[in-house]
Every structure is written in structure tokens, then in C-alpha cells.
């Protein structure tokens, strides 16, 4: 029969290219965002994170745009490999006075080709 | 650091079972968190700790699931009695200071109920 479960976004891309993973958020008064990285089997890890007073934040082969005006936020990964190959969320954590949970986005696949 | 730990690892039981997961945060974190992820709905937060208080159970998906934190550096989740629907990973996470900062995710434990 058909399965039926989330749709996961993919990307797939060759190994030495950039990849762009997008995330758009919904909550115009979020003031601060994590990305994680969940490799196959194993629970999700921290990334990278930007508060809202800023656009754009670098590390290492990662950086992260923050577009506030239409509510959108990219993770661009630099000369990716295969160790990249994993299910990446935002997250979004509530801003001040609202209910202190971080709710993750559904994620999207990204396939690195040798 | 050992990092968050979870056992067992992976458990399979039959439906009306009592299971059992346990969770051991990284030293020091004051806040802990109990997520499930299947296909379906992705990764879903059930309960979080403050201070080995339970403070929003809000996810919880039913009578049958249960938290207890008897201390800093222990936590369990019951489910009781198991039904297949319950089959998940279950991953417990603890973080520093507010549940708005980074979480560390343990690797997880995968439940099957046949």
C-alpha cells in the first residue's frame, strides 16, 4: 500500500558544491533561531544559531541569512561533503512571554553524491 | 563530557507492556526535555523539566505516558500499557539556563511494539 508520512524537502547535490537549506517562520516577533543537523541514527546536534539583531552569521563552512521581512532564513553549507549528508531543522524558539518550547520545523533531507 | 545519555538503545515489546526509557542529562543543565519522532509528525517535544520540576506536559500524548525527574542527573518516561502506535525514537535533551538555548540531544532510544 501507499505510505503515507511527512514529506520531507530534499536536496541533493554533488560533493564540492554549495548547498542552501531553506526555513521559513511564521512568528514575526521570533527574536532567535538554531539550526541542528540530524545524521541517520543519531539524535540532532547544534549547528549554528543568529538572533534577530543580525542577518547573517558565519562558521565554519556554514553561515546562515536571516531575511526578516518575509520571514525566511537559508543555512548555506560551503563545499559540502558526505559527512554532510543529514536531516537539517530550524528551530524557533518562542520569543519573551511566550510558551518556552522550541518547536522544529519538519526538516529537509540533504543527499550528498560522491 | 559524556554528553546527554539514554538507555536502552533500542527495545522491542509486545503491545500492553510496560516500557520503560531513561535518560541521564549533561551535568550541570538545569533544564531536560523529552521529545518523539516518527515519519508521521516528525519531531514532536513531550514534556520538559526545570529543576527536576515537570513544567508543560502539554505533549504528552496520553494517559498511558508518564515523566518523573527524581533528580539532576536522572529521568524516565512510562509508557504504560505500550501500543503499537507508540512506536518511535524517543530522544531526551537538556540544556542550560533557559529552554530557548541550545538543546543537546542524546542518541536517542528506538521503540518497537509489535
Known amino acids: 500500500g501507499e505510505s503515507v508520512g511527512l514529506h520531507l524537502p530534499t536536496l541533493s547535490v554533488q560533493e564540492g558544491d554549495n548547498s542552501i537549506i531553506n526555513c521559513a517562520y511564521s512568528?514575526?516577533?521570533?527574536?532567535?533561531f538554531i539550526w541542528y543537523k540530524q545524521e541517520s541514527g543519531k539524535g540532532p546536534q547544534f549547528i549554528i544559531d543568529?538572533?534577530?539583531?543580525?542577518d547573517k552569521r558565519q562558521g565554519q563552512r556554514v553561515t546562515v541569512l536571516l531575511n526578516k521581512t518575509v520571514k525566511h532564513l537559508s543555512l548555506q553549507i560551503a563545499a559540502t561533503q558526505p559527512g554532510d549528508s543529514a536531516v537539517y531543522f530550524c528551530?524557533?524558539?518562542?520569543?519573551?512571554?511566550?510558551?518556552?518550547?522550541?518547536?522544529f520545523g519538519k526538516g529537509t533531507k540533504l543527499t550528498v553524491n560522491p | 563530557d559524556a554528553g546527554v545519555i539514554q538507555s536502552p538503545r533500542h527495545e522491542v515489546t509486545e503491545m500492553g507492556q510496560e516500557v520503560t526509557l531513561r535518560c541521564k542529562p549533561i551535568?550541570?543543565?538545569?533544564?531536560l526535555f523529552w521529545y518523539r519522532q516518527t515519519m508521521m509528525r516528525g519531531l514532536e517535544l513531550l514534556i520538559y523539566?526545570?529543576?527536576?520540576?515537570?513544567?508543560?506536559d502539554s505533549g504528552m500524548p496520553e494517559d498511558r505516558f508518564s515523566a518523573k525527574m527524581p533528580n539532576a542527573s536522572f529521568s524516565t518516561l512510562k509508557i504504560q500499557p505500550s501500543e503499537p502506535r507508540d512506536s518511535a525514537v524517543y530522544f531526551c535533551?537538556?540544556?542550560?539556563?533557559?529552554?530557548?538555548?541550545?538543546?543537546?540531544f542524546g542518541p536517542g532510544t528506538r521503540l518497537l511494539v509489535l
Open positions: 528551530a524557533d524558539p518562542p520569543p519573551k512571554g511566550g510558551s518556552e518550547k522550541l518547536v
Open positions: 523539566f526545570n529543576n527536576n520540576v515537570p513544567i508543560d
Open positions: 551535568s550541570g543543565h538545569d533544564y
Open positions: 543568529i538572533r534577530s539583531n543580525m
Open positions: 512568528n514575526s516577533a521570533s527574536d532567535y
Open positions: 535533551a537538556s540544556s542550560f539556563g533557559t529552554p530557548k538555548e541550545t538543546q543537546y
